[in-house]
């Protein structure tokens, strides 16, 4: 079974320039999570998905961010136009129901570099 | 203002002994708490998990271990081994309802010298 797979791994772009990330998360899996970690620090939740709803989204750093999950099946993120402090690691991760233990399965992650 | 703090950045053990991670917490709300173990260019992956109800929850070489009253958590891994070598990470879940909604800390990189 395929796990989370995101994509690209590694995206450099210029301040101001727009960088759309993608997660296909695990088949059957309804819930679907953005996260991030910047520069070493903690990894930070962004949004949650159930389907193709947001039921949480009050990580979302600013309206420079938009995320879509149409279908419910495959996310993207997208940051327009970035700016420098967005530069960090973002991870995508799914679940198949809400677990009660919070587990969940994440991708290798995108690593988004703002010059 | 940071709910989980993992205050050690790094740990050195040697091969054969036991490595202590540490965690501490401030919300009292949270009721799941969870360690991830995270190698370099991968995604973090689910190591264990514990209940607020309990103290103490064993994995094989793993076993974490929570103390309500200090708002502590720590993770032990007995014998340490090599591979063992990775970023750990602290989460807690449950301040917002069960939403699968993660709050981490910084992470504790963890080396185990052969």
């Known amino acids: 079974e395929a796990g989370v797979t995101q994509f690209p791994s590694h995206s450099v772009i210029e301040k101001g320039q727009t960088v759309t990330l993608r997660c296909d998360p695990i088949?059957?899996?309804?819930?679907l999570y953005w996260y991030r970690r910047v520069m070493g620090k903690e990894i930070k939740f962004l949004l949650h998905f159930v389907k193709e709803s947001k039921q949480d989204e009050s990580g979302m750093p600013n309206n420079r961010f938009l995320a879509e999950r149409t279908g419910g099946t495959y996310s993207t993120l997208k940051v327009q136009p970035a700016e420098l402090e967005d530069s960090g690691v973002y991870f995508c991760?799914?679940?198949?129901?809400?677990?009660?233990?919070?587990?969940?399965?994440f991708g290798e992650g995108s690593r988004l570099t703002v010059l | 203002d940071q709910q989980v703090k993992q205050n050690s950045p790094s740990l050195s053990v040697q091969e054969g002994r036991i490595s202590i991670l540490n965690c501490d917490y401030t919300n009292s709300m949270f009721d799941y708490f969870l360690w991830y173990k995270k190698y370099p260019a991968e995604g973090p992956t689910f190591l264990i998990s514990i209940s607020s109800i309990k103290d103490k929850n064993e994995d094989g070489r793993f076993t974490v271990f929570l103390n309500k009253s200090a708002k502590h958590l720590s993770l032990h891994i007995v014998p340490s081994q090599p591979g063992d070598s990775a970023v750990y990470f602290c989460?807690?879940?449950?301040?917002?309802?069960?939403?699968?909604?993660?709050?981490f800390g910084q992470g504790t990189t963890l080396q185990v010298k052969p």
């Open positions: 088949s059957g899996h309804d819930n």
């Open positions: 989460a807690a879940s449950g301040s917002s309802g069960n939403t699968g909604k993660l709050i």
């Open positions: 991760a799914s679940s198949q129901g809400l677990p009660n233990t919070g587990e969940l399965f």
